[in-house]
């Protein structure tokens, strides 16, 4: 069973462009969810995914925006980078909605706005 | 909203030594409670997960956890650190908003253990 990949490990970017990250989620699980980790900090949700549709948002402006594809992969975009977007982003995989399923992480994908 | 505080940034224990990890949670409703760890440069990893039933609820690695609900707190604890165990330890919550479940994560302790 293959676990949560994101891509890429690392990122530098300038401020005022854009990124993209990508997350595969585990097998069988169709809820995604992707959260950031600033430095020193917990994680902050950012929006969930659940069969592609956009299932739930955190306090992010709309230049955070995201997709989920019909295997359920996922990806998270940023426009107009700030300096204050650089942080470490996490995808999280999960089967359906319940609030007590396990949310399994991935390994991040760290981005660092210049 | 619900929130999570987790209490003291940075513990630092003797190996072998008993491991306390602090974490106490705001909610209007039951809550799901998690721990998770997370090492340098890697994603969290779930400890122990409480929803309902034993409020002991054991979890890998030797740690376990007990919800308290007249103490709105979540404590985790482990009987004898491991030097394998320094890392950064993360209390959440998950939170529900219409059909979406978010967690709720406080701001982490970080453990250190002395040789």
């Known amino acids: 069973e293959t676990g949560v990949t994101q891509s890429p490990t690392h990122l530098i970017k300038t401020r005022g462009q854009q990124v993209t990250l990508r997350c595969s989620s585990q097998?069988?699980?169709?809820?995604v969810s992707w959260y950031q980790q600033a430095l020193g900090q917990g994680p902050q949700f950012i929006f969930q995914?659940?069969?592609?549709?956009?299932?739930g948002r955190g306090n992010f402006p709309p230049r955070f925006s995201g997709l989920q594809f019909p295997n359920y992969s996922s990806e998270l975009n940023v426009n107009a980078l700030e300096l204050d977007d650089s942080a470490l982003y996490l995808c999280?995989?999960?089967?359906?909605?319940?609030?007590?399923?396990?949310?399994?992480f991935g390994p991040g994908t760290r981005l660092t706005v210049l | 909203a619900q929130s999570v505080t987790q209490l003291g940034s940075h513990v630092s224990v003797s190996e072998g030594a008993l491991v306390l990890l602090r974490c106490n949670y705001s909610s209007s409703v039951p809550p799901y409670l998690f721990w998770y760890v997370q090492y340098p440069n890697q994603g969290l990893q779930l400890l122990l997960k409480y929803t309902t039933g034993a409020t002991l609820v054991k979890g890998i690695n030797g740690f376990e956890a007990e919800f308290k609900k007249s103490e709105t707190s979540f404590h985790l604890t482990k009987p004898s650190a491991h030097m394998s165990d320094a890392a950064e330890y993360f209390c959440?919550?998950?939170?529900?908003?219409?059909?979406?479940?978010?967690?709720?994560f406080g701001s982490g302790t970080r453990l250190l253990v002395r040789p």
């Open positions: 097998s069988g699980h169709n809820t």
């Open positions: 999280a995989s999960s089967l359906g909605l319940a609030g007590n399923n396990e949310q399994f």
């Open positions: 959440a919550v998950s939170d529900r908003e219409d059909s979406s479940y978010k967690l709720i």
């Open positions: 995914y659940y069969r592609e549709e956009e299932n």
